[in-house]
């Protein structure tokens, strides 16, 4: 069965770093697009940031754009967010997703908690 499993959450300072990272097992990792998308505190889902299937395009939030990278290591099957210059705001538990044959999110990940705070 598909599973998707997020690490590398943690408690940072504002403006430091964190690597974020999503283990896939049970599909064709190669053949799909991937997906970041976070949940505030009290808030609703905010897509993150996409990466194509063979890792050669990708496509950010605004709110994230020249902060984030997204990437992927298709020979580990494995995605990846690095996230600098965080921001008080970008707490969130952030989940990866599987992208779908209908672009669709059918699959996602039981989340990683990053709280960016002083």
């Known amino acids: 069965q598909v599973q998707l499993v997020e690490s590398g959450g943690g408690l940072v300072q504002p403006g430091g770093s964190l690597r974020l990272s999503c283990a896939a097992s049970g599909f064709t990792f190669s053949s799909y697009w991937m997906s970041w998308v976070r949940q505030a505190p009290g808030k609703g889902l905010e897509w993150v940031s996409n990466?194509?299937?063979?890792?050669?395009?990708?496509s950010y939030a605004d709110s994230v754009k020249g902060r984030f990278a997204i990437s992927r290591d298709n020979a580990k099957n494995t995605l990846y967010l690095q996230m600098n210059s965080l921001k008080p705001e970008d707490t969130a538990v952030y989940y990866c997703?599987?992208?779908?044959?209908?672009?669709?999110?059918?699959?996602w990940g039981q989340g990683t908690q990053v709280t960016v705070s002083s």
């Open positions: 990466i194509q299937s063979g890792g050669g395009s990708a």
């Open positions: 997703a599987k992208v779908g044959a209908y672009s669709d999110y059918d699959y």
